[in-house]
């Protein structure tokens, strides 16, 4: 016998309104996407290629990706990875030169816990890309002078940072994780950037941008075999230390403990802020869930004018 409950809910779905019934969505071309594959090679770096042979594309998106960022420093060498960076990719004028003579694009990408570089070529470029970023990892030199101009810069860029919203999201790690790695600012303090010198950036390469904490990845009208091949005859001088970012990070955890900051500076028009929760690990099964969401929530940095308002909502 049903129950009386049972009744209740059979009758409202004979009168369903369809505006609330989710649609149902062909998931075919998603299935049929490329698949990813990873090769590891014997000094521990890792290959990953998705090929669009099949598309007939025409370009390739080749990138490193490196376990290795402020997420890795402390407080004495807080500012060495961004240093870094400037050094060997941003402020490396000759390699984008080459890449944009082969009608390139390039980024990079430099969260607290990795620094990537990529670019986008022609199919015909990829090997010379190759070529490009095992040079930078391998043989790069820092002298004297590159590394005042680098020093330059950056306190440049410390001061424009400190004049825009930039800063707010910076002070809203220090604040959820405190005196921690994940607490301290990507840029550094002004006297860590002038005491950085050659040993330190060196030493910073020789112990993170080691062979098993860097991924080369190729997407586009590429083999994976042929990828491989490359990479493995071109990335012969990284360091092999097989300690692990993991590793890193069980020595010095960083934990979420939240807290408030204000800073009030009457000469600013305007008021900025920010709010943060403690979400999942990227390992965590409900992160696809929550990108899920900020892909609903439309992820990102909005900018609205409304009269004399100026808006950001940073979800």
Not at 147 to 162: F, G, K, P, S, T
Not at 259 to 284: L, N, Q, W, Y
Request: charged content about 25%; hydrophobic content about 40%.
């Amino acid at each position: 016998m049903r129950s009386d409950l049972t009744d209740t809910v059979l009758k409202r779905l004979e009168h369903l309104d369809l505006r609330f019934v989710p649609s149902l969505v062909d998931h075919t071309s998603i299935r049929a996407a490329p698949e990813t594959r990873v090769t590891t090679l014997a000094n521990g770096l890792r290959v990953a290629t998705k090929s669009t042979l099949a598309f007939k594309d025409t370009a390739t998106v080749i990138g490193v990706w490196i376990d290795a960022r402020s997420r890795f420093e402390t407080e004495g060498t807080n500012a060495t990875a961004h240093f870094l960076e400037h050094m060997i990719f941003k402020g490396n004028a000759s390699w984008r030169e080459v890449i944009a003579d082969m009608v390139g694009d390039i980024n990079t990408f430099t969260p607290r816990e990795q620094t990537a570089c990529y670019a986008r070529v022609f199919n015909e470029d990829v090997s010379k890309v190759l070529e490009i970023l095992a040079d930078i990892l391998q043989n790069s030199t820092f002298d004297a002078e590159r590394i005042e101009q680098a020093r330059d810069v950056i306190l440049c860029e410390i001061e424009e940072v400190e004049d825009r919203t930039e800063e707010v999201l910076d002070l809203l790690h220090c604040a959820a994780f405190g005196n921690t790695p994940l607490g301290r600012t990507i840029w550094g303090s002004a006297e860590n950037i002038e005491s950085i010198t050659q040993e330190h950036l060196k030493n910073y390469m020789t112990t993170h941008y080691t062979a098993p904490r860097v991924v080369i990845s190729a997407a586009g009208a590429v083999k994976h075999e042929e990828v491989v091949e490359l990479v493995n005859k071109l990335f012969t001088k990284l360091p092999s230390d097989p300690t692990t970012s993991s590793q890193l990070v069980a020595k010095s955890p960083a934990s979420f403990t939240g807290s408030e900051v204000r800073i009030i500076d009457g000469d600013i028009k305007m008021a900025h802020f920010a709010v943060a929760f403690e979400g999942p690990a990227a390992t965590d099964p409900d992160s696809i869930a929550l990108m899920v969401m900020l892909s609903l929530l439309d992820f990102g940095t909005k900018c609205e004018h409304s009269g004399s308002v100026l808006s950001f909502v940073l979800l």
